[in-house]
């Protein structure tokens, strides 16, 4: 079984650009979750996909960042315009749909995004 | 609101040497506890998880065990291995949510 993909795996761009991240959960998983660790600090939850809908987007730093699930597969993570203290590690995790908050997440390798 | 601390690194240890992570958390009701490792080149892989009060989770090895009364998690490993040298992450999902809260990990350095 193919565990949790992301795309691209680094990605350096200047301060104003845009940039977009991709992740593959497992296949069935109908639960995705966006983390991103900043300099080397604790890695900090951004949001939580049930689905195609966003069941919390509590973590998401400011309106610079959209993501998006479209048809409840893969999703897509936005910085538009990118600033400098957007760069650090881009998790995505997924896990089953089930009751219990002891799912487990299984993450991706992550994106390392680096703004100039 | 919920948080995680864990010892700061870097560890630096010899082979067969004896390990200890401590990780303390803040929360209320009962939170699910993990660590998580990340191997170099390589994304988090769930280590181990206990789910209530004075479960112990083990794995590879490595052993934690859930401590509500000093709300504690510390990881713990007998006879460290080259490797084992990774970033080790504590982590809890709340009573009612699925959101993980990481501590800053710790960067182990196993030497033969």
């Known amino acids: 079984e193919a565990g949790v993909t992301q795309f691209p795996s680094h990605s350096v761009i200047e301060k104003g650009q845009t940039v977009t991240l991709r992740c593959d959960p497992i296949s069935g998983h109908d639960n995705l979750y966006w983390y991103r660790r900043v300099m080397g600090k604790e890695i900090k939850f951004l949001l939580h996909f049930v689905k195609e809908s966003k069941q919390d987007e509590s973590g998401m730093p400011n309106n610079r960042f959209l993501a998006e699930r479209t048809g409840g597969t893969y999703s897509t993570l936005k910085v538009q315009p990118a600033e400098l203290e957007d760069s650090g590690v881009y998790f995505c995790a997924s896990s089953q749909r089930t009751s219990g908050r002891t799912d487990t997440q299984y993450f991706g390798p992550g994106t390392r995004l680096t703004v100039l | 609101g919920d948080s995680v601390t864990q010892m700061e690194g870097p560890v630096t240890l010899s082979e067969e040497a004896f390990l200890t992570i401590n990780c303390t958390y803040t929360a209320t009701g009962y939170p699910s506890l993990f660590w998580y490792v990340q191997y170099p080149g390589e994304g988090l892989q769930l280590l181990l998880k206990?789910?209530?009060?004075?479960d112990k989770g083990s794995n590879k090895g490595f052993e934690a065990t859930y401590r509500k009364e000093t709300t504690s998690f510390h990881l713990e490993k007998g006879s460290v291995q080259v490797s084992d040298s990774a970033v080790y992450f504590c982590a809890l999902s709340p009573t009612n949510d699925y959101k993980l809260s990481f501590g800053a990990g710790t960067t182990v350095t196993v030497r033969a």
């Open positions: 206990a789910t209530k009060a004075d």
